[in-house]
């Protein structure tokens, strides 16, 4: 079964930029959507942006257009998340999930959609 795994959080500055990438393993990225959800400490999880299975479609959450956005290469297995102008109301562990579609659409404003979850990694902004 699928598998994926988040690399590239860290410590930023406010202004600053940070890549993170889901790395897919298990099945054929190319049948996904992938989604990224982040959580901070006391808040529910919270849809980021999302990118449709062949890369035609994408979603991101107000609060981040602009300033993030996704990408992926299905022959490479990742998914990569590019943040830009970093607040500190970023601050969060950033999950990918995928879903297996059919069709070229993804959401953002449930984490139900998704079956799998990579176990985070952690975004810190601050100075």
């Known amino acids: 079964q699928a598998q994926l795994v988040e690399s590239g959080g860290g410590l930023v500055q406010p202004g600053g930029s940070l890549k993170l990438s889901c790395t897919f393993s298990?099945?054929?990225?190319?049948?996904?959507?992938i989604a990224w959800f982040r959580q901070a400490p006391g808040k529910e999880r919270e849809g980021v942006a999302c990118?449709?299975?062949?890369?035609?479609?994408?979603r991101f959450a107000e609060s981040v257009k602009g300033r993030f956005s996704v990408d992926r290469d299905n022959t490479k297995g990742t998914v990569f998340l590019q943040m830009n102008n970093l607040k500190p109301e970023d601050t969060a562990v950033y999950f990918c999930?995928?879903?297996?579609?059919?069709?070229?659409?993804?959401?953002?404003?449930?984490?139900?959609?998704?079956?799998?979850w990579g176990p985070g990694t952690q975004v810190t902004v601050a100075s």
């Open positions: 990118i449709s299975k062949g890369g035609i479609s994408t």
């Open positions: 298990g099945d054929h990225l190319k049948h996904y959507a």
């Open positions: 999930a995928a879903i297996l579609k059919f069709d070229e659409i993804c959401i953002i404003y449930t984490t139900s959609e998704y079956f799998f």
